[in-house]
């Protein structure tokens, strides 16, 4: 190993990451060359130099001043919501879909229950207020009459097959879990930035 | 008190702190602030940016205690919050900045005030360490925070990449990259 490939892992070697067989190569050379080996004695000094920088001392102004700047912020608490800001573009993905899935959900089963009252007999204040809406529907919308009739049975069918698939209740709740999760999450970073960026000295 | 004590120490006066016992916090504080201090003052040269960026550290640890680990170390993480600050500072500064060459020029101190640091002892370690400590704070910012948690805080290479957020293999390159540029600019020693 000529002189030059050695000086290119003198600061390999030095850290000792160099692998084991050119770790003997260099530690050879060096036995025996003046000049790599004052070389590897420049790298110890540079090192013994920064080791021994002595330490600055700060002063006691400067742990009030930090102390009187923490207290003026909000008070960090438990990490419960860690989760929620590592995991934040995820909850407000997921809270936005359930909140569609809410309202979607919503109409579906205002619609429905427009549908009812003239399409499922019975009696009670459901089947009573399907039946007004149903006739409102109809004294209303004049040619179009036909047009509902399709679009109730539709909508009926959809909300059957929904009220088959998932409870009703189920979407409502996992809607409202969503759209509590991404307004606390929302209030919640808007808190934090506020709190954050008065802190900015420079 | 023992390595192992003063990180159990710390972890009481967490999670004091996050059951809303504010002062803790100072004790946090009247605990770290002279080796936060001094990551960096090594960093940067001027003893008003390193206090105002101390108090950033310390500030931006308080607002995010609750995503500290507890089983890590907490001066390590406030080193890698310091570190990455002083990058920031440098890198808004690098224009602005006056080097230490321009301060010694100009008849300022020098960042080493240290007794030892007196013509009567150029010859001696501590003049050694100025002159190499001027030559670390004309490296490039990531080059110069490596040097210094390496070799003045002591710091593992894969502890430096975690606090830098860069491939070991990267502070291994800045690490030598550094060290050669010092050594050239420092001469024989």
């Keep these: ?202 | 008190m023992s390595d192992s004590e003063a990180g159990r120490e710390d972890a009481r006066l967490i999670a004091r702190c996050l059951d809303g016992d504010r002062p803790a916090f100072d004790l946090l504080v009247s605990r770290h602030y002279r080796g936060v201090y001094n990551v960096i003052y090594r960093m940067l040269p001027s003893s008003d940016d390193a206090a105002d960026v101390t108090q950033e550290a310390f500030l931006r640890a308080y607002t995010r205690l609750d995503t500290f680990n507890l089983g890590r170390s907490f001066p390590a993480w406030l080193r890698a919050i310091a570190s990455n600050l002083c990058i920031d500072h440098l890198r808004r500064r690098r224009s602005q900045t006056v080097s230490l060459d321009q301060r010694l020029e100009s008849g300022l101190e020098p960042a080493d005030e240290s007794p030892d640091a007196s013509p009567e002892n150029q010859l001696t370690v501590a003049e050694d360490s100025r002159r190499v400590l001027a030559a670390v704070h004309q490296l490039p910012e990531k080059q110069k925070a490596v040097l210094v948690l390496r070799h003045i805080e002591g710091m593992k290479l894969n502890e430096i990449a975690e606090a830098l957020r860069m491939p070991v293999g990267t502070v291994k390159t800045m690490l030598f990259r550094g060290r050669a540029a010092v050594r050239e600019m420092v001469g024989e020693l």
């Design chain 1, 1 to 202: 190993m000529n002189c030059s490939r050695v000086k290119s892992l003198l600061e390999e070697y030095f850290e000792e990451s160099l692998p084991e067989p050119q770790a003997t190569a260099v530690a050879a050379h060096v036995a025996t060359c003046t000049d790599c080996a004052a070389e590897l004695r420049q790298i110890e000094r540079v090192v013994a130099a920064l080791a021994a920088v002595p330490a600055a001392v700060p002063s006691e102004e400067l742990l009030r001043s930090i102390t009187a700047r923490a207290a003026e912020l909000p008070r960090p608490d438990r990490g419960r919501m860690v989760w929620l800001r590592r995991w934040r573009w995820a909850v407000v993905a997921a809270g936005t879909g359930m909140a569609a899935v809410g309202a979607a959900a919503s109409a579906v089963a205002v619609l429905v229950w427009l549908g009812l009252g003239s399409h499922v007999p019975g009696s009670g204040w459901v089947a009573d207020a399907g039946a007004f809406l149903r006739r409102w529907v109809d004294a209303t919308s004049g040619g179009m009459v036909a047009l509902w009739e399709q679009a109730l049975e539709a909508v009926y069918g959809l909300g059957l097959a929904l009220q088959a698939a998932a409870p009703t209740i189920g979407v409502y709740v996992a809607a409202e879990v969503g759209i509590l999760l991404a307004i606390v999450f929302v209030l919640r970073m808007g808190r934090r930035r506020e709190a954050v960026r008065p802190t900015v000295l420079i």
